[in-house]
T-cell receptor, first 114, second 113 residues
């Protein structure tokens, strides 16, 4: 399975943008890049995903490098509620066998200071 | 819609006892999953069910059994609990499409003494 590398922790100030990096140098052509986050004492929740092009939704933006070996999750204005562990996950596009399952690493713990 | 529900929320067992964790989803999803999360770690997949009537092992299946009772329900059974199974257990469901957005339950915090 393709692996991702994320910093263990990051800090941000409230109402400032946050850029969460993820390296995935062994990504294959059929791997989607997914981001989930886990608020304290809750289950993970989906944030965003992409394949090649940058993506935007109401929660965040995903910037994908041209060679797809890295990506960045962008929170445009961090709030205290964004303090969570953010997971960058590669998921194979196929559905045979275990393909398509999510493999969680340790993620990046984001702290937001008021 | 309640989404994904799990019962119980908390449980304490003695070594060797058995129990079943229940999970149900009301989103008509085909796929369901059981994960465990140990302190400071990411989630690890125990078992999954790609569709009703099928189950498959994930990364850490030893010591667990599962039953996909119907499309809505997916239970996880510990036949003889061990302290190493002390963890937080999450159930999730998804549709098997390119998004595979998984929806997670609130978790069950299990302690085995």
């Amino acid at each position: 399975d393709a692996k991702t590398t994320q910093p263990n922790s990051m800090e941000s100030n409230e109402e400032e943008p946050v850029h969460l990096p993820c390296n995935h140098s062994t990504i294959s052509g059929t791997d989607y890049i997914h981001w989930y986050r886990q608020l304290p004492s809750q289950g993970p929740e989906y944030v965003i995903h992409g394949l090649t092009s940058n993506v935007n939704n109401r929660m965040a933006s995903l910037a994908i490098a041209e060679d797809r070996k890295s990506s960045t999750l962008i929170l445009h204005r961090a709030t205290l509620r964004d303090a969570a562990v953010y997971y960058c996950i590669l998921r194979d596009a196929g559905w045979g066998g275990s393909q398509g399952n999510l493999i969680f690493g340790k993620g990046t713990k984001l702290s937001v200071k008021p | 819609n309640a989404g994904v529900t799990q019962t119980p929320k908390f449980q304490v067992l003695k070594t060797g006892q058995s129990m079943t964790l229940q999970c149900a989803q009301d989103m008509n999803h085909n796929s369901m999953y059981w994960y465990r999360q140990d302190p400071g770690m990411g989630l690890r997949l125990i078992y999954y069910s790609a569709s009703e009537g099928t189950t498959d092992k994930g990364e850490v299946p030893n010591g667990y059994n599962v039953s996909r009772l119907n499309k809505r329900e997916f239970s996880l059974r510990l036949e003889s609990a061990a302290p190493s199974q002390t963890s937080v257990y999450f159930c999730a469901s998804s549709e098997r499409n390119s998004y595979n957005e998984q929806f997670f339950g609130p978790g069950t915090r299990l302690t085995v003494l």
